[in-house]
């Protein structure tokens, strides 16, 4: 990508994964909590899991992209949510629940190596 | 309050009310999209409007509290949704629905005259 | 508040009052870091900190407003920073900076009571 | 992209790459302004542009991604702010200022064609 040649002296390419991980579980989970809304009251727990990595997952993405001393810290977080996001959306048959159940647990793992 | 006396050369008294109508906004918004995630199917678009609600009333406040010069055109779009979200709310009679029909035109109002 | 009225059976005042001190945390802390962009180079670690409060704050004051599970664990980060920012605030001598040395230990200790 | 194959009936392409757009701009906009802190006074407008081009961006994606009804109303904010930004980006010469030169105007011009 343009970008990360651009700043290759300020990130790494590890960061940069993690960035594109995040910004991925974000979207996926924001589709997954608004679709979800319409498919009944089942889905409460999906919706409010989905909401809370769309957040979690978009703000880590914006500490790396700034290098805040702070990213370790919101990573855990957002690997333990991905983590129970992930379980919560593979018990359901939705295609955007089962995205959310093969997207997620990729992005909790590079989040958990770049907070170690 | 403490901080409206400690930057009262910075912000100015309208201001800081819609800043505060936009963060009673956001939290009523958070509360019943949220709350309506379990009440079943008929409430997707209450979800949705809320959610919109929260992020737009959210970033509307931390624009005005930073002075920033889009202030005002994000300040049409919180108007617009407020009232769009008031007008979906006062249709249902769950509690935290009533709370928004009550609390969201008054942030309207605001922000209008803000923008204005 | 009317909000802490209609809502009185959905939080609790500790919850609200940690709430609105992240919120005013997240407030002095936009006019801050605005502020500090305008006064030189010396007061780099002081935009990135208060950057960083304004985040954290607005998003934790959003997950208590909608009772999320992970809002524990977002206080505790909130409370780290809030105490680092205090710190790197007292230390400069513009009225904004002192108004987050004043503000800020507060929100600290509320978070970390609602995280405990 | 993996994710874009999985929801291909519920977005499309050009959308995918205004959210692709979005997201980079917003990359290199958190880099601009952590970066210009530490450059001195003079870069004081840059860090502000760049922090509103970070926040609106991010929501712009966020919306797009959950199929808001006000996206494109986000959107012409979005292009307007990366407009704006570019010019003040490209009168620098630090590499963080002339990245953000480079890429802005390509996310102003996807965003005013989903908009339109």
Do not use: T
């Amino acid at each position: 990508m343009a970008l990360q040649q651009l700043r290759n002296a300020h990130s790494d390419d590890q960061m940069q994964e993690c960035i594109d991980n995040c910004l991925e579980a974000a979207q996926v989970c924001e589709w997954c909590a608004d679709a979800c809304a319409g498919e009944g009251e089942d889905m409460a727990r999906c919706i409010r899991l989905c909401r809370d990595v769309a957040d979690i997952a978009s703000l880590h993405a914006r500490f790396m992209a700034r290098n805040s001393g702070y990213h370790g810290e919101l990573g855990e977080i957002c690997a333990d949510l991905c983590e129970e996001c992930a379980e919560e959306c593979k018990q359901h048959d939705h295609d955007h629940c089962q995205a959310c159940a093969e997207i997620l647990p990729k992005c909790a793992e590079s989040c958990r190596e770049m907070a170690a």
